[in-house]
């Protein structure tokens, strides 16, 4: 059973910078896979953040947040991150990593639900002005 725990969250002011960790753990070993973070504001559908090929060096960023968060992975660690830079207050939502697992890199809709199967439980990101 894949389980993914975020953690990092917490409250920061406008400029500041968080880091999001995603402790993934029971799937079988794969060379290849995708990891993700996606966000979902009040009232807001979910929306991607970045996705991170593993083994690849392949990364992928929505516009939002382009040059300003850099997704990473641990392999020793089975950990996924996200460095949040220059934080705004419209980043305020609770983020999620997410995971493929299948044996296969992110596909070309990255940003999609649907492409992934296991969800972790979401870790609270506020950003005040």
């Known amino acids: 059973q894949v389980e993914l725990v975020e953690s990092g969250g917490g409250s920061v002011q406008a400029g500041g910078s968080l880091r999001l960790s995603c402790a993934v753990s029971g799937y079988g070993y794969s060379s290849r896979y995708c990891l993700a973070w996606f966000r979902q504001a009040p009232g807001k559908e979910r929306e991607a953040v970045a996705a991170?090929?593993?083994?690849?060096?392949?990364?992928y960023y929505s516009d939002s947040v382009k040059g300003r968060f850099t997704i990473s992975q641990d392999n020793a660690k089975n950990t996924l991150y996200l460095q949040m830079n220059s934080l705004k207050p419209e980043d305020t939502a609770m983020y999620y990593c997410?995971?493929?697992?299948?044996?296969?890199?992110?596909?070309?809709?990255?940003?999609?639900?649907?492409?992934?199967?296991?969800w972790g439980q979401g870790t609270q990101v506020t950003v005040s002005s």
């Open positions: 991170l090929s593993s083994g690849s060096g392949y990364t």
């Open positions: 997410a995971t493929s697992m299948g044996g296969r890199w992110c596909p070309i809709r990255w940003d999609m639900e649907r492409e992934y199967n296991y």
